[in-house]
Each structure stands twice: as C-alpha cells, then as structure tokens.
C-alpha cells in the first residue's frame, strides 16, 4: 500500500499511535465505517486513487469491491469518475437483497437507479495535487483492507476518535498493548474514561496489528 499519509509535519494534527494484540481490523470497524481522511493527489480517477496511489490490487476493485458511492451517488465506471479535494468515497463487497444488487457497480439492474448514477462532471480538469479526501470502509471490505490502513496510517477527526474511544468494551482495551502520542506514553484507563489528550483537529493515528508471531 503506497499512502501518502506519513507526511504529517505540513499538517497541524497530533499523532497517535496504538500497539494492538491482534491483526483483524474487526476494532476498528465502526471508526472505518464512519471515514476517515486519505491523502493523495486529487482530481484523479477512482481507479487511479485506489489501485495506483494507494495501493490496491486492479483485481479486487474489479471484483470484490461491488459496490461504491462517491459523494452519495452510486459509481459504475471507476474510470471516468473523479475524487477531488473533499470527496466522500464509500467502499463495499456485494450487499444482499435486490437493494444491494441495484446498487452493484454495472449491474444488471444498474438501469433502475439511473437518476442518482454519479455522472462525469465536465467542469474543466484540475491540476492534479496533493490533498484529502474521505474514504469509508464497509463489510468484507474494513475487514480486508481496514488493517493495511491503520497501519500505515490514517487522519481521524478528533471528536470522531473521542467518543470512539471512550464507546469501547473492556474486551477492546484488552488487546491494546500499547498507547502513545506525538511519542509519549498514554494511559489506557484515561483514553477509556474520554479523557483524550489532544488538542489539534485532526489526527494522525497509526495502529501496529499484532500477528500471533509477534505477540
């Protein structure tokens, strides 16, 4: 996965690091539903995004990333639709039901939701540059894929990682191993309990997913 989150210090953001006793993203999957920001050159294809910047194998979007919705509208060609700076980009494996096969990217019953499709916008093309966009994992999808983000890095709004934090089970702060930020130590009963010691509005968190080797 080739992110271009590490490059921090242009952002104002504090960095928050966890050691966790596990490599599922089963976690974190609630903070992966809900967005989180990505850094990569805009005004750029989905597929370009995805596959060259990031990271993700052609095939997988091809095939196990059934269904996307980019700024609320259902895509079907992830060649022509564009991520600019601010966009939402939801990504999912096939949903059930007649509602999850309408929504399926070039579907057979594609037809039936031509009235919200993402359209091309022929507004003229933007220089390509560095800057954020919001990506959104779901199902199979966080799971897969939501454990490579968290390691190399991912931008969280901080009230969004408050009370995700402070929403967590006993059993969650059992498996983490370790809490730091900006490189000093944490104490996970603090981070439990709300009390996040944080200031900027973004932040920058990072997550080392223990294998069983490792642990």
């Known amino acids: 996965m080739n992110l271009q989150n590490t490059d921090t210090e242009a952002v104002e953001t ?56 980019l700024d609320g509208s259902p895509v079907d060609d992830v060649d022509s639709a564009t991520i600019h700076a601010g966009s939402s980009l939801a990504l999912s494996a096939a949903m059930p039901g007649l509602v999850g096969a309408t929504m399926r990217k070039a579907g057979y019953y594609a037809q039936m939701r031509q009235g919200i499709t993402y359209v091309a916008d022929e507004q003229s093309a933007s220089d390509s540059r560095l800057d954020f966009f919001t990506l959104k994992l779901f199902n199979l999808v966080a799971a897969e894929l939501g454990p490579l983000f968290l390691t190399h890095g991912i931008w969280v709004n ?27 130590d944490i104490e996970l009963g603090g981070l439990a309990e709300g009390k996040f010691p944080a ?17």
Do not use: P
């Open 14 to 69: 504090d960095k928050v690091h966890f050691s966790w006793a596990s490599n599922q993203g089963d976690d974190f999957i609630e903070l992966l539903q809900k967005g989180f920001q990505v850094k990569v050159r805009v005004e750029s294809s989905i597929r370009d995004v995805v596959c060259d910047q990031i990271g993700v194998a052609q095939e997988y979007l091809d095939h196990r990333i059934t269904t996307i919705f």
């Open 158 to 184: 901080r009230q969004d990682l408050e009370r995700f934090l402070k929403s967590r089970s006993d059993g969650f702060w059992s498996r983490c191993l370790k809490a730091e930020i900006n490189g000093r």
């Open 199 to 215: 200031e900027a509005q973004r932040i920058y968190l990072k997550c080392d997913m223990m294998t069983d080797s490792t642990l």
